[in-house]
């Protein structure tokens, strides 16, 4: 099993259409997660930490489920301009001081 | 402010010959890495370091040697190029840490035939 885990997609929405990925860590000690954008032959940015009770950012919400142990984001009002790839990201608490990334979901949103 | 920033952006090399990827960061982050990216693969680690002076191995090392004598800049170094390690090369930092949010660099597309 792959310790962060994406569908891989692509996911291909109409403008306007809310759409949302989940991601599913290994590790229940799991403590720091993350969601970054891709964009086609770019680095990964940022886009939002993901807090235990949830947070939201403009049209993008986050959520972490311990218990299931899986991230999930939520983008309403689709905008061309989010078309990327989303990487979940993880800190896998393996003594290695890194964090883990998932290989990614990509969206596609359509006029 | 340049932020993470990676040379070259491209490089094509012959199987066995060695080469420096560069990465050099202006803004004063102990943490910083070097992963690899592959299509359908998720960014894999390949070194770390800590802080000058300390570094550390990722999941995927083997080839790779990396050293760290100034905060500033983290080269990677190819040792003997097989064309597996044709990929895309990242190198990020972080101000707070490695479980922190990392700024990457732009890139090194490399391809060894």
């Known amino acids: 099993r792959k310790e962060v885990e994406q569908d891989p997609g692509p996911f291909n929405v109409p403008e306007g259409a809310t759409v949302a990925f989940n991601c599913t860590y290994s590790?229940?000690?799991?403590?720091?997660f993350f969601w970054y954008r891709q964009d086609c032959r770019k680095e990964p940015k940022l886009l939002m930490s993901?807090?235990?009770s949830g947070n939201e950012d403009g049209r993008f919400t986050a959520q972490l489920n311990r218990a299931s142990q899986y991230i999930s984001l939520l983008i309403r009002d689709s905008k061309l301009s989010d078309s990327a790839t989303y990487l979940c990201v993880v800190n896998m608490d393996t003594g290695r001081r890194a964090l883990t990334f998932g290989s990614g979901t990509r969206l596609q949103v359509q006029p | 402010n340049a932020g993470v920033t990676q040379t070259p952006k491209f490089q094509v090399l012959k199987t066995g010959q060695s080469m420096t990827l560069q990465c050099a960061q202006d803004?004063?982050?102990?943490?910083m890495s070097w992963y690899r990216q592959d299509p359908g693969m998720g960014l894999r680690l390949i070194h770390y370091s800590v802080g000058a002076g300390i570094t550390d191995q990722g999941e995927v090392p083997n080839g790779y040697n990396v050293s760290r004598s100034t905060t500033e800049d983290f080269p990677l170094r190819l040792l003997s190029a097989a064309p597996s390690q044709t990929s895309v090369y990242f190198c990020?930092?972080?101000?707070?840490?490695?479980?922190?949010?990392?700024?990457f660099g732009p890139g090194t597309r490399l391809t060894v035939t």
């Open positions: 590790n229940s000690a799991s403590q720091s």
């Open positions: 803004m004063n982050h102990e943490y």
């Open positions: 993901v807090y235990s």
């Open positions: 990020a930092s972080s101000r707070a840490g490695w479980s922190y949010e990392q700024y």
